[in-house]
């Protein structure tokens, strides 16, 4: 069988992201929509255009290749009236005036990070070795106003817990009239010093990261409110009951923030003070965890506090404390707001995410149709939506105003060379949304096939969608070498109310186990036949590399053979804020870590199983895959290793995408008895 070239060009075109339109972002009038996109669907290097929503043409606006850069615009941020944008270039920092057409360095120190404009776009924030800084946009008075007071100490930079696990990537927030900022102040001194290293490159010393284990300390996170008149106020709140930080703004309401308890039952929202004090605008509780959820909270122009609330089995949307979305639509993210109106995604189908908006005189009303993942950004009049469906991984993106046509953004990203048929199952008492992939030009009649899991089923994603991802292009892939491929979202999974996901509290292992044999079981009731059900296998990565191995370890007898990489084997080995929410704090309930490591069950392998591991990978450290090879090793069960040199969490190199996916198809095949 000639193997199709999908490995190779998932490499090159970085998962079909290259060449497709991201970050749009209108103008205040409406008129313009800035975005980023690569020159072609394997250009690297991500260009800032303009949209005339008028005419539909684009024009560019800045090219890092022109600017001498070796990288892309990975972001920009723009002025309230959406014409001027700056961004960062190799550590440079950059000014286009998008109404001109001028792009021009801003002189400043070197290293320059999340450069941020102020809203009358007067002047820019950005932060340089862990200093928060700002410059005048024409390059003078570039000047701290907050310098770290010691290492591991930074000023204007969100922690590792809160890009990873809170959806807040920022630390610092301008006032509304450009006088001021709101900056996180992050001090990681308390938390556990890990070491990376090439193994390779023996000359080379390890790398320290500073990363907060379950059950130790975490970052201390306070916030203080500089003037660029010198001024510095602390801003207080308990920190002892709320040690995180979960999200901060500032409006014309002045500026505000959310903080959430250690075990993270107890999210306040707080209205912050010139002072420095804080008043409680709400509170939110819940007997497990308060989930957190994009864009929240945010405050309407009118002052109504926008947030969300679990009412039952449905996650709603709230304004001021009411609900406004029915039962059953469950509350995706929000996406921002306009006067009094609310732009967000929500599903009322799991495996579906539509974009809707809510004002108060007409309630909610839903903006996108048909199959997909729709999401979209809305501002002076100008709808931004972006789907992504079947055919098209990198989504196709439409510019909507009143009175004009509809005004594609092109997409120059590369139409995948495999085509996925998936056919949607729901298997089994909880229902569980699954995709089935069979081999292109599969007939009834040509026997029973070998199976192939290929789940992630943790809480962080679904892969059971109708949004055509790229990992839909890879199932396809491994179902056209001869398998059937199946894909189970499990209990825990977003998308299908506070219940489900709350089912997994305290055993992150057992029911999504039991979710993948269900899902397995009921497809080969459904379809008598068609699955050869003594040749099983399942590949995942992270917590789907977890699960894999799980699988083998757990139940040889459904399941023959695992590839499972990045996997985390031992909670207690990765983040506070993430394994606390599930598992509870491991001093108060070790049994839950106890029961959900593989490390402990090394003695009972007995099937084929791969570990992959990048060994750069600051996410989930090599530490877990390397104990859990060593138990095995202990307890003389025969496994194998593939250790991948200067890899984080998801390879980047191209000959590693492309072949480590051949690896994996060769090993299970093998291990399957198929060659």
């Not at 075990?263 to 509170?283: F, S, Y």
């Not at 509809?406 to 139409?415: G, I, K, N, Q, W």
């Amino acid at each position: 069988m000639t193997t199709p070239s999908l490995p190779r060009q998932l490499a090159r075109t970085r998962r079909f992201t290259l060449g497709a339109p991201t970050r749009p972002e209108p103008s205040a009038d409406g008129t313009t929509v800035l975005f980023l996109r690569g020159r072609s669907g394997t250009d690297p290097l991500a260009c800032l255009w303009a949209l005339d929503t008028a005419t539909g043409a684009e024009r560019l606006v800045a090219d890092p290749a022109a600017l001498g850069a070796a990288e892309g615009i990975a972001a920009y941020s723009t002025d309230a009236a959406g014409t001027l944008a700056a961004f960062g270039l190799d550590g440079a920092l950059w000014l286009a005036d998008t109404a001109a057409g001028t792009v021009r360095a801003v002189p400043t120190v070197a290293g320059v990070e999340d450069p941020r404009l102020d809203p009358t776009g007067h002047r820019i924030a950005y932060v340089s070795g862990g200093a928060l800084r700002v410059v005048d946009v024409d390059g003078t008075d570039d000047r701290a106003l907050a310098e770290p007071e010691a290492e591991d100490v930074s000023y204007g930079l969100a922690e590792y817990v809160a890009s990873e696990e809170m959806y807040r990537d920022r630390g610092h927030w301008w006032s509304p009239d450009g006088t001021a900022l709101l900056v996180a102040r992050v001090d990681d001194r308390p938390l556990a010093r890990l070491f990376l290293t090439d193994p390779a490159d023996p000359h080379r010393p390890p790398r320290a990261v500073r990363y907060p284990l379950a059950g130790t300390a975490n970052a201390e996170v306070t916030l203080r409110l500089l003037g660029l008149d010198g001024s510095d106020t602390e801003v207080r709140w308990d920190h002892a009951a709320f040690e995180y930080l979960t999200a901060a703004g500032w409006d014309a309401h002045g500026p505000y923030a959310a903080v959430q308890s250690r075990d993270q039952r107890t999210v306040r929202t707080l209205a912050i003070a010139p002072d420095g004090t804080t008043q409680p605008l709400a509170e939110r509780r819940d007997a497990h965890w308060v989930e957190l959820l994009p864009g929240l909270p945010v405050r309407t122009a009118g002052g109504a506090l926008v947030d969300t609330a679990d009412l039952g089995d449905t996650r709603h949307l709230t304004v001021d404390g009411e609900p406004v979305t029915p039962p059953g639509l469950q509350l995706r993210a929000v996406l921002g707001t306009e006067c009094e109106q609310v732009l967000f995604t929500a599903s009322d189908e799991p495996t579906e995410t539509h974009l809707w908006t809510y004002q108060p005189d007409t309630g909610p009303r839903r903006l996108s149709s048909g199959p997909g993942l729709h999401t979209g950004v809305r501002r002076g009049g100008t709808l931004v939506l972006t789907t992504r469906s079947p055919g098209h991984p990198g989504g196709f993106t439409t510019a909507l105003r009143e009175g004009s046509a509809p005004r594609p953004l092109t997409s120059y990203a590369e139409p995948p060379v495999v085509t996925p048929r998936p056919e949607p199952l729901r298997l089994g008492p909880h229902e569980l949304r699954a995709n089935l992939f069979l081999p292109t030009g599969h007939r009834p009649d040509d026997g029973p096939l070998p199976v192939l899991l290929d789940p992630y089923a943790g809480p962080a994603l679904q892969k059971a969608t109708t949004g055509g991802l790229w990992w839909d292009q890879v199932s396809q892939w491994f179902a056209d070498q001869g398998f059937a491929v199946l894909v189970v979202d499990g209990r825990g999974t977003p998308g299908r109310g506070p219940r489900w996901d709350k089912t997994i509290w305290g055993d992150k292992a057992g029911p999504a186990l039991e979710d993948q044999i269900e899902g397995l079981h009921e497809t080969a009731r459904l379809r008598p036949g068609l699955l050869d059900l003594d040749r099983v296998a399942i590949r995942g990565w992270s917590y789907g590399g977890f699960l894999a191995a799980l699988a083998v370890l757990r139940r040889p007898d459904v399941f023959h053979a695992a590839s499972a990489g990045a996997a985390p084997t031992d909670w207690r080995l990765y983040d506070t804020h993430w394994q606390e929410r599930f598992l509870g704090h491991p001093d108060e309930h070790p049994e839950h870590y106890d029961s959900g490591s593989l490390i402990a069950l090394a003695p009972e392998l007995s099937r084929p199983l791969l570990l992959i591991q990048g060994l750069a990978d600051d996410n989930v450290h090599p530490a877990h895959t390397l104990r859990l090879s060593a138990a095995l090793l202990a307890a003389a069960r025969p496994h194998e290793v593939l250790p991948l040199r200067a890899t984080g969490h998801r390879p980047t190199d191209e000959a590693v995408i492309e072949n480590l996916l051949h690896h994996e198809l060769h090993f299970l095949r093998r291990s399957l008895g198929l060659e």
